[in-house]
């Protein structure tokens, strides 16, 4: 059995201590929003958030999270009551295919909970990992500065 | 009465002993020229100059991480301070452009300003005094037709006595031998220009050869092994902890293509020294790894991959085409399950995917019984890769390596570094596991370094001010 904490729940996964995080949120916790891309950590779509900073769950054993905070997507809000992040790549209509979006999104999230006023170029230099093969990249980036915006002022303590 | 009279005799003395140092150190100030004008350098000059520089990896240093090429602000970390990297455009104000070749040439030979100061040798005119009166000029058409950026560097951070740049006289009395590159008569005309190019303008050995408490190259020990900025530079004699022995075809690949199939890919503070070797000649390169090649030495028995290694090279080729295709598969290690504990389970499921996968070097992972990140003389290597990565070059296919640092606390770093030391080298356990995962943890030199785009030396290249990189 391995223990984790998952989006704030407390949860215990019937799995080998190898098995990478991803294959738990999506087989055993049934959380679909990270995607598997390339398996390899090196296109980003399953990206999540461990202790706040962003992780490729497709390379992350569990053995390594005990005891650690994991955050999906779905931890941040719900399609009834979506988060700051959420709210802002649906304004800008942020998605073309969507595959990679919601490790965009996660990504995006890491950043701005540490610095709502992240500059443009801080938030390219930012998402440099992730890659979207649709070329939605600008929208990506208007959405994100969106977000900081609105986490900056109205919804500031709405942030996760 | 006599003790009042020792005591200012003995202040007599020192004084006197102060004024003759200052009067033999003193060097003038060379009068500031107006800048020459771009279309004033012979164009073929300013190409040599430019292949030279690369040599020199003079935008390594001279560029701070998202500024404008050669305009320094580098920080360089040093036991005595930081040293910060100075512009070097031929801007009039902050940089270069006041500097007449005569005084360039003094900076090159004997490491003092334009304005009679005192150079610091995080600048290696140590090495840089080899370099031929025809390069020097060439390096310098080519700095003054650089575009002038206005940018002053920031203060250092050295403590008195060392900021007062004076005392560097003693230093080069002690440690600057000048005098130019002397042909060994017994070698080839290669193995004499590799050597000219690595002991001068290339300074390989300014990380490469340790240093002694003021901080100078133990020529005694040349090549014995270094540190760069948080990095283990491996040594580049017969003490070459390489599980293969480099030879000149090995070192010729790697250092003009930033990896060798027996010897992994550059990072750290190299990858950004393959990247402009990579825009140098490549006959140039091939001397340097002539020259190299002999330093290290030749090995017992010609080169052989290890046996393990081989067999792994031979299914790596059957399941090649195969994999390229299916990207779909993660694979996790088979090997070791039980034993070898904590690390052991996490290799086995967070590295052995791409290090035992089945695509081959560059873009897939080394075969870590064939790094010298394992068998190397210290942990910092391999706690700065598994943490940092290897970030995507900007602007050029490159090898890519997820970091770890957010998934994997010290002390699972701990365990997969005593892990892998233990199971892919044959040498003895490292001392420093701890200490150099949590320098790796702090220093956060990695990205940085890491991050240098792939061809310093063109400015098309590297990112506009303000844009910030990680």
């Known amino acids: 059995m391995v223990k984790l904490n998952v989006n704030g729940r407390a949860e215990e996964v019937d799995a080998d201590p190898r098995t990478p995080l991803l294959y738990v949120l999506r087989g055993d916790l049934k959380l679909n929003a990270a995607k598997f891309g390339c398996g390899l950590g090196q296109c980003g779509a399953c990206t999540v958030l461990v202790n706040g900073e962003p992780v490729f769950s497709c390379v992350t054993p569990v053995a390594l999270l005990e005891g650690k905070q994991i955050t999906t997507l779905e931890g941040l809000g719900t399609v009834d009551k979506p988060a700051p992040i959420q709210r802002a790549f649906i304004a800008e209509q942020a998605a073309q295919c969507g595959y990679c979006i919601p490790g965009m999104m996660m990504r995006a999230q890491a950043l701005l909970q540490k610095n709502p006023r992240a500059s443009d170029a801080d938030i390219r230099a930012w998402l440099e990992p992730n890659l979207c093969r649709c070329g939605t990249h600008m929208r990506i980036l208007r959405a994100v500065r969106r977000a900081a915006e609105m986490m900056q002022t109205a919804q500031a303590g709405d942030a996760r | 009465m006599r003790a009042v009279r020792s005591i200012l005799v003995l202040c007599l003395l020192l004084a006197l002993a102060a004024g003759i140092y200052v009067f033999v150190a003193w060097r003038p100030a060379i009068a500031p020229i107006a800048p020459p004008s771009a279309g004033g350098f012979d164009a073929a000059l300013v190409q040599r100059g430019a292949t030279l520089a690369a040599i020199g990896d003079c935008a390594v240093c001279h560029t701070a991480p998202g500024g404008r090429v050669l305009a320094g602000g580098l920080a360089l ?85 060392l900021n007062v740049r004076l005392v560097m006289f003693g230093w080069d009395l002690l440690f600057l031998h000048q005098g130019p590159y002397r042909a060994d008569a017994a070698q080839n005309e290669t193995w004499n220009r590799g050597a000219y190019l690595a002991e001068g303008l290339g300074h390989c ?251 310093p030396s063109d400015p098309t290249q590297r990112t506009t001010h303000g844009e910030t990189q990680r």
């Open chain 2, 77 to 161: 970390p040093t036991p005595f301070g930081t040293v910060f990297s100075t512009n070097i455009t031929p801007d009039a104000e902050t940089g270069i452009g006041g500097w007449s070749e005569a005084a360039f040439q003094r900076a090159m030979r004997q490491g003092i300003r334009r304005d009679g100061a005192y150079l610091y040798p995080a600048f290696p005119y140590d090495h840089f005094t080899l370099v031929t009166d025809d390069d020097d000029r060439a390096l310098y058409a080519y700095l003054m037709t650089r575009q002038p950026v206005h940018a002053t560097a920031p203060a250092n951070t050295l403590p008195f006595p």
């Open chain 2, 205 to 455: 050995g300014a990380c490469h050869t340790p240093r002694n408490v003021l901080g100078a190259e133990k020529t005694g020990r040349k090549f014995a092994g270094g540190e760069a900025e948080g990095w283990t530079a491996y040594a580049l004699n017969s003490s070459s902890p390489a599980p293969v022995r480099w030879n000149a075809p090995a070192l010729d690949h790697y250092l003009g293509q930033g990896w060798d199939e027996l010897h992994g890919v550059a990072r750290g503070p190299m990858a950004p020294v393959t990247e402009d070797l990579h825009a140098a000649p490549p006959d140039d390169v091939r001397a340097i790894a002539v020259y190299v090649a002999t330093q290290i030495g030749e090995p017992a028995a010609p080169p052989q991959p290890l046996e393990r290694h081989a067999q792994k090279q031979a299914g790596r080729g059957k399941a090649a085409a195969a994999a390229s295709a299916d990207s779909q598969a993660v694979t996790i290690g088979a090997g070791a399950t039980t034993g070898g504990g904590d690390g052991a389970l996490i290799y086995a499921a967070a590295c052995a995917g791409c290090h035992e996968g089945p695509r081959a070097l560059p873009y897939g992972g080394i075969d870590l019984a064939l790094s010298s990140g394992i068998s190397g003389p210290s942990a910092k290597n391999l706690a700065n890769v598994v943490l940092y990565g290897l970030p995507a070059a900007a602007g050029a296919r490159s090898p890519i390596m997820p970091g770890f640092a957010a998934a994997m606390d010290d002390a699972q770093l701990a365990a997969l570094a005593a892990y892998l030391r233990g199971h892919f080298s044959d040498k003895g356990p490292w001392r420093d596991v701890d200490e150099s995962v949590r320098e790796a943890r702090s220093a956060q030199t990695a990205p940085v370094v890491n991050h240098a785009p792939a061809a």
